[in-house]
């Protein structure tokens, strides 16, 4: 065995495994650079909502990203999930289209799941493993389905040929070398290759305390209660050396783990902003937005302006404002955004037919005499005296952003056009709601047993600052009620030592209310989707959030109430 082989740990659970993993994907960067790491490979529950994220700043540090997720299967009435890598851009495709799926195509009351055909016919490019105690197998064996067991792996060995593993894990966790001899056995049997690989939910062994109240937390189950999912304290990122002596006694297992990076020639990056296709009466979008800004100027200038002027002054009038607009047109072409101002101006218009109150704009937006000639801005901005460069300049590229407010009863017929004309290509945004101060007191408070009202106390020692809340270290310097409490009891000084390790990590996901992506057809192809089926949204949310949505090519479009 090469003295230069280096342990891969491809099974990196980050923040997004919602309340499971305590993995922040900055402080994983920093960990790869600082100990030369080579490659390593995300894992996340049920989403890849950190996918292109973790490429992006692990490909920076030099190290390579291996991109993979857990997918719940559906299999003789038990849902559980097994781990899929990519090894190409039509994998990641693959897992995009399973990982969608999983959310928008399930009954209401169920875990987001797949069938087992669906990743069949999906399979292309992808690499399967068979997972650890709590995965399908792993479930299956547990409830003494041993038969079932075999039938899943036997369709999965037809299925991806040598793209599908048996995994050996050893955390020191109960049953676990009785599942690891199943495995062996069964990889006897039926000819498969074994990999060596560790289910990693946190960088340092001293956060595994901490960790175990987040699992707390999500299973809405006490630390003291016994009938719980208990992990062992081994789920950290361990020395690779380490890890090489642990499994020197299953070379195969080793060696294919060593290989594992070799198999992947791929990783999800930036994208330029994509819009969808428009259909127009003209040649091109260009051509397009150009003849309706001159129609809505020819317009704006018939009726609102110099009705007691003489004819020297309108023509120059006349002038100016065709100079300006000519000059608007010339930057949002060679910037190539003419689809996105078609859009929403084509929104704004529909809403208005349809008399639904829309407001007459604000921000930056309002300096654009394109905007005011389309109807998507109510102010004239040469009369306000308004700078368009201040909203699109070729010397600073952002997307435009147009700031539209619409009734708040009426916002969703809105939502609901969009989503009939652009056929599937519109989703919401999502966001993560994060354990601030006193969250994350109140939920370790509830886990470790303490008694609300006492934990309410603690809480409300923190200053309430909306512009700028404090985190949990701050106010204990701040307020010396904190450090009394922890004196007088034990309890509370455990209360805040985890709540300081899980402060600021992921605690749950919701929808961005107000911005919407459009990419039209391709949207399924770009960015996996999220569907919360108890909110009563009529549209499913990116998983991935508004920076790697935008990262991922996704225009943002405010609809503001």
């Avoid at 490019?125 to 041993?146: E, Q, R, T």
Wanted: proline share 4%; glycine share 4%.
């Amino acid at each position: 065995m090469n003295s230069n082989n280096q342990f891969t740990n491809f099974k990196i659970h980050t923040q997004y495994s919602i309340c499971e993993g305590a993995v922040r994907i900055d402080d994983l960067s920093k960990h790869c650079r600082e100990n030369k790491i080579k490659a390593i490979g995300i894992c996340d529950s049920f989403n890849l909502c950190g996918a292109l994220e973790f490429s992006e700043k692990i490909s920076k540090i030099g190290t390579q990203p291996i991109i993979g997720t857990q997918i719940n299967f559906k299999f003789d009435k038990i849902i559980a999930k097994m781990p899929l890598f990519a090894t190409t851009k039509n994998g990641y495709n693959n897992l995009i289209k399973l990982s969608s799926n999983s959310f928008l195509n399930q009954d209401t009351n169920e875990e987001p799941n797949c069938q087992l055909t669906d990743l069949f016919n999906n399979k292309e490019d992808l690499i399967i493993l068979s997972g650890g105690m709590i995965d399908l197998i792993g479930v299956l064996f547990k409830a003494n389905k041993i038969k079932k067991a075999e039938e899943v792996i036997l369709k999965l060995k037809e299925n991806f040929k040598d793209n599908f593993y048996l995994e050996i894990q050893r955390h020191n966790e109960n049953d676990e070398s009785l599942f690891e001899k199943f495995l062996i056995n069964l990889s006897n049997k039926f000819d498969l290759p074994l990999i060596a690989s560790q289910e990693v939910y946190y960088l340092d062994q001293n956060i595994s305390e901490a960790h175990d109240a987040l699992t707390c937390i999500r299973e809405k189950r006490f630390i003291d209660d016994r009938n719980r999912v208990k992990f062992s304290n081994l789920h950290h990122i361990r020395k690779s050396s380490e890890l090489i002596n642990l499994y020197k006694d299953i070379p195969e297992a080793l060696e294919n783990n060593f290989n594992f990076p070799l198999r992947f020639n791929f990783k999800p990056k930036k994208s330029k902003p994509i819009l969808p296709s428009i259909k127009t009466k003209n040649s091109s979008v260009n051509q397009e937005l150009l003849e309706q800004a001159k129609i809505g100027l020819k317009t704006k200038l018939d009726n609102y302006i110099f009705e007691k002027e003489e004819n020297k002054i309108k023509k120059d009038i006349k002038t100016i404002y065709e100079k300006r607009l000519m000059h608007e047109i010339k930057i949002i072409n060679s910037m190539q955004y003419s689809s996105y101002f078609l859009i929403v101006s084509d929104y704004i218009k529909w809403a208005k037919k349809n008399f639904i109150p829309v407001g007459p704009g604000r921000g930056s937006g309002a300096g654009s005499l394109v905007a005011y000639c389309l109807d998507i801005t109510d102010l004239d901005p040469i009369k306000f005296n308004l700078i368009f460069e201040r909203f699109l300049n070729p010397d600073r590229i952002s997307m435009p952003d147009f700031d539209i407010d619409f009734c708040e009863e009426k916002r969703d017929q809105v939502f609901e056009y969009l989503k009939n004309k652009y056929k599937g290509g519109v989703a919401h945004i999502i966001t993560f709601g994060k354990f601030k101060a006193r969250m994350a007191l109140r939920d370790v408070g509830r886990v470790i047993g303490l008694p609300y009202g006492y934990v309410d106390k603690i809480c409300k020692m923190i200053p309430f600052d909306p512009s700028r809340p404090l985190t949990l270290k701050e106010s204990i310097d701040r307020e010396p009620r904190f450090k009394e409490e922890i004196k007088k009891n034990n309890k509370v000084e455990k209360l805040i030592e985890l709540s300081l390790k899980i402060e600021g990590l992921n605690r749950n996901m919701a929808t961005h209310a107000a911005g919407v992506v459009i990419a039209g057809e391709e949207l399924t192809k770009q960015v996996p989707l999220y569907k919360d089926h108890n909110s009563n949204l009529f549209l499913p949310s990116t998983q991935y959030d508004m920076y790697s949505s935008e990262n991922a090519g996704l225009v943002k479009f405010d609809l503001l109430g």
